[in-house]
């Protein structure tokens, strides 16, 4: 459960990163996921995340 909330909480981050800078939340991701989740996990939750991030960035971008 630990690690559920650890990878949510790392996510949003990752997020906030990539809408403020403009990039690299999967730099950030993909060490984080590959520690707890394991390697075989990195490619699909990363993948996940960009595609969750996308739809969230156009959302609150969506008037400018």
């Known amino acids: 459960m630990v690690e559920y909330i650890l990878l949510v909480v790392s996510g949003f981050v990752a ?3 990539s809408t403020v800078g403009g990039g ?5 991701l993909v060490p984080l996921v590959g ?7 990195v490619a699909p939750v990363t993948t996940l995340a960009t595609m969750v991030a996308g739809g969230g960035r156009a959302f609150v971008f969506w008037r400018d």
Do not use: C, P, T
């Not at 690299?24 to 950030?28: K, R, T």
């Not at 520690?35 to 996990?41: H, L, R, S």
């Open 15 to 17: 997020w906030i990163v």
């Open 24 to 28: 690299g939340g999967a730099l950030l």
């Open 35 to 41: 520690f707890i989740a394991g390697a075989q996990a």
